[in-house]
């Protein structure tokens, strides 16, 4: 028996997975877990560790466990932000500053019309009055 693990995705989330392969016995199988649940597989998992006892048809039985685990700390951010040297000049920018959460990060970048999605953590050439999300 194997079980495939899905961590947490965001810090103090609830959206792990854990499957469950069996291999050997007798089937069929029932499944019990730690959590009651009676189903071969688990999702919407907080972090922690859970395990599943698998009995197959000849009252068998077989224990294993695996451990949820989370991104160390919650996603933070912050700007630092240069502004525009003259007037109706384009050389305001934005740097960002990214810890916590699951590396990499992913950044979206709106200026008026123009989106620029990557890994870029700063975006440059900006005018004044232009939105930035």
Avoid: K
């Amino acid at each position: 028996m194997t079980l495939a693990v899905v961590d947490v995705s965001c810090f103090g989330d609830s959206t792990g997975v854990i499957d469950a392969t069996v291999t050997g016995g007798t089937a069929p199988y029932t499944y019990l877990w730690n959590t009651a649940d009676t189903t071969e597989d688990l999702s919407g998992l907080a972090i922690g560790t859970y395990t599943i006892t698998v009995t197959d048809t000849n009252a068998c039985t077989f224990d294993i466990s695996e451990t949820v685990n989370q991104p160390s700390d919650s996603l933070f951010a912050a700007l630092q932000v240069t502004d525009v040297d003259c007037f109706g000049a384009a050389t305001g920018a934005i740097q960002s500053t990214v810890s916590g959460g699951t590396a990499p990060y992913f950044y979206l970048w709106i200026a008026g019309l123009t989106r620029q999605l990557g890994l870029d953590n700063s975006i440059s050439d900006l005018a004044v009055g232009l939105m930035i999300h």
